[in-house]
């Protein structure tokens, strides 16, 4: 049975090198911990599930791109800066970031 150390002390935080040729290299990309989500979550959503704000995407990739230390490299204020850049770019870190937090389909389009 885990206790509270061994829970502390486990690497649970997944992580990826993604490509980006866009920008010529690549970065690592995190899962959100679950303080990040809550956050993520209030920011961008109402109660419902209704999303909130432009450039969700850019906030989840603030949120997930790490240095290899795992420290963001973005901070919040960043967002518009990175809704500034290639949509392709933006798009794979954010597909990565929402695997890697178990975020489901987030930002799909329904049909009409």
């Known amino acids: 049975m885990l206790d ?3 829970i502390l002390a486990a690497p649970d935080m997944p992580t990826e090198e993604v490509a980006v040729p866009e920008w ?3 970065v690592k990309v ?10 993520f979550d209030t920011t961008c959503f109402d109660g419902n599930g209704k999303l909130l704000v432009a450039n969700f ?5 603030v949120r997930t791109v790490v240095d290899d230390a795992g420290v963001r490299i973005f901070a919040d204020t960043d967002v518009e800066l ?7 770019a933006i798009d ?5 970031g929402q695997r890697l937090s178990g975020l489901g389909n987030l930002g799909e389009k329904k049909g009409n």
């Open 92 to 96: 794979r870190l954010f597909s990565v």
């Open 24 to 26: 010529g290299g690549t």
């Open 4 to 6: 509270k150390a061994a």
């Open 82 to 88: 990175l809704g500034g850049k290639a949509s392709t």
């Open 30 to 39: 995190r899962g959100l911990t679950a303080a990040e989500r809550d956050v």
């Open 57 to 61: 995407r850019a906030q989840l990739v």
